[in-house]
């Protein structure tokens, strides 16, 4: 009898140790050079720390957020990689010791030490930046204010207006033209409520409002086309007792009920009233990539969307180094009247396993020509691998323009940065870990060329393991 050896995959690499700060660095030239008019910081964000004391934490999402910042001006790049000095990392460093929970684990201890314990607000998930700071963004609490240049945490911040630590979500929307910024959080009690924001460019709270759900479900995005938000609120259903008492995760304590369906909520941007309320047919997305309002004022977004729940699995698995649940999402387009919240189209753009849709940030809300993806290699094992590729869509032509990377390189999610001179062009930026050198590495393209080799690779002094999200920042 034969026993089947699953071979590690090349990026368990990357998340193997927890990685390693750097001070603000300038960055050397592996290959091209760093175009002239290319001038901004780069800041990703991701869980950079899945182990303490010998413990692994019981899901991705669970690692302490560290943020990479590139900061280019006059051809040249200088990088930082800070670990975002939470309370819980803090506290966590001291004791050697995984002590809270999360949302894929339950706090250490005998279950009457659990009771009553929070849980760690980790950072890790994207970045906004304003003008005077980097927020450190996650889904579950308040985000962290860090310095711009140097990533130095300075603390919680409260948006001048988030009473009782009420949590701001990861994924705001930038309105391109007034500045606005708009996003959500949820709270728990009898019902889950979904807190929606607006800020001014400065990041000050300016507006809010809130509504019940029909469960206590999770929200991880939404979506702004033309004069409405649009949230997408999953099937799934949390059992709550376990997890106030810290005996089960989040994560874990999460059912995917899809005779629920979908609740589907329209609201007005301007008053953050609700405009209508519905109900579809069930899936699953973590994140969506544009929306616009198209000559009838309908709302028109893409999202990538699974049929199920699974994909939370795949992503617990990530924090083992190993994956054997296949979760595939794809980029589908809908068409939904914001008045009674009817679909009146849905379709598939591309039948590839794909995430990360992003835009470029002066399209957000309104019709793009294009939206950039992280996607899996032809051939990629779904299962085992992480994605090995970027793309682009194109909306007139309907192609997908791709860079493969090649064998054992993971990109993070693209981003673009427009060229100054011609905003309609310009570059897009990932990061990528190459498993076959045990390095990570800036990768930049001309962002009409993404098939041709990037027009220059910046090596990092040390491993930045795949993360979730990050954002551009022009100066
Ligand atoms: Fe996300």
């Not at 062009?425 to 962002?447: H, K, M, N, P, Q």
Request: charged share 20%.
């Amino acid at each position: 009898m034969t026993a089947t050896i699953q071979k590690q995959a090349s990026w368990a690499k990357a998340i193997a140790k927890p990685a390693t700060e750097f001070p603000l660095t300038q960055l050397s030239t592996i290959s091209g050079k760093i175009p002239e008019n290319l001038k901004g910081s780069l800041y990703r964000n991701g869980p950079a720390r899945l182990e303490r004391g010998g413990v692994q934490v019981g899901h991705w999402f669970d690692g302490d957020g560290a943020i990479l910042a590139v900061h280019f001006a006059e051809g040249q790049a200088r990088a930082t990689y800070r670990y975002v000095q939470t309370e819980g990392y803090l506290e966590e460093t001291k004791a050697n010791k995984l002590i809270f929970g999360n949302y894929g684990m339950a706090p250490k201890g005998l279950w009457w030490e659990r009771i009553g314990k929070s849980s760690k607000n980790v950072a890790n998930t994207s970045v906004l930046a304003l003008p005077d700071k980097l927020l450190a963004l996650w889904e579950g609490g308040l985000p962290h204010s860090l310095d711009l240049e140097t990533l130095e945490t300075h603390g919680l911040d409260n948006l001048e207006g988030l009473e009782n630590r009420l949590p701001y979500s990861a994924h705001p929307k930038r309105d391109p033209q007034t500045g606005e910024i708009f996003n959500f959080g949820i709270s728990y009690g009898k019902n889950a409520t979904l807190n929606i924001y607006r800020s001014d460019r400065q990041g000050k709270l300016l507006k809010k409002n809130q509504t019940n759900l029909q469960g206590l479900s999770m929200v991880h995005d939404f979506v702004i086309a033309g004069d409405h938000l649009i949230f997408c609120v999953p099937p799934l259903r949390m059992n709550p007792f376990p997890v106030l008492l810290n005996l089960q995760s989040y994560s874990d304590s999460l059912a995917w009920k899809p005779q629920e369906g979908m609740e589907i909520l329209v609201f007005d941007r301007t008053t953050l009233e609700l405009v209508s309320r519905s109900n579809a047919e069930p899936w699953y997305q973590w994140h969506f990539g544009n929306g616009y309002s198209d000559r009838d004022g309908n709302a028109v977004f893409d999202l990538v969307r699974y049929p199920d729940f699974t994909t939370n699995q795949y992503l617990k698995e990530i924090a083992s180094g190993k994956t054997k649940t296949k979760a595939k999402g794809t980029l589908w387009q809908m068409r939904l009247n914001p008045k009674t919240g009817g679909f009146l189209e849905t379709s598939q753009l591309i039948d590839r396993g794909c995430e990360f849709p992003s835009v470029a940030p002066s399209q957000v809300g309104q019709n793009s020509h294009h939206t950039y993806l992280s996607i899996h290699r032809p051939h990629a094992d779904l299962q085992t691998e992480l994605f090995g590729a970027i793309a682009r869509y194109d909306y007139q032509t309907h192609t997908l323009t791709e860079a493969d990377l090649g064998a054992n390189r993971y990109p993070m999610e693209p981003l673009f940065a427009a060229d100054p001179a011609n905003p309609d062009t310009g570059w897009v930026i990932t990061v990528v870990f190459d498993g076959d050198l045990e390095c990570s590495e800036v990768w930049i393209f001309d962002s009409d060329r993404l098939d041709s080799e990037p027009i220059c690779r910046l090596a990092l002094p040390s491993i930045v393991p795949m993360g979730f999200h990050g954002t551009w920042r022009s100066s």
